[in-house]
């Protein structure tokens, strides 16, 4: 049963990189429903090299958020 309620919980978004200004990332995320949102986050929130383009994953639960790229 838990383990259905987290399933639940567990929300993935896919993303592109749109910009880089500085140390500032602006993105795009595509949500599960297929509505994209655009937001600006910090470039060391990336654990890997980023440029214009590049695709990740954003996971979120009830305890994490955990950015995947795609290389």
Sequence with gaps: MV???MLILTSTMAGTVDQI????????????DGHT??????KWMFPCAIEEGSRFFIESNKTNTVIRCLE
């Design 3 to 5: 383990q259905i309620i």
């Design 21 to 32: 200004d500085g140390n500032k990332v602006s993105i795009e995320l595509t949500a599960k």
């Design 37 to 42: 949102h655009q937001d600006v986050i910090p």
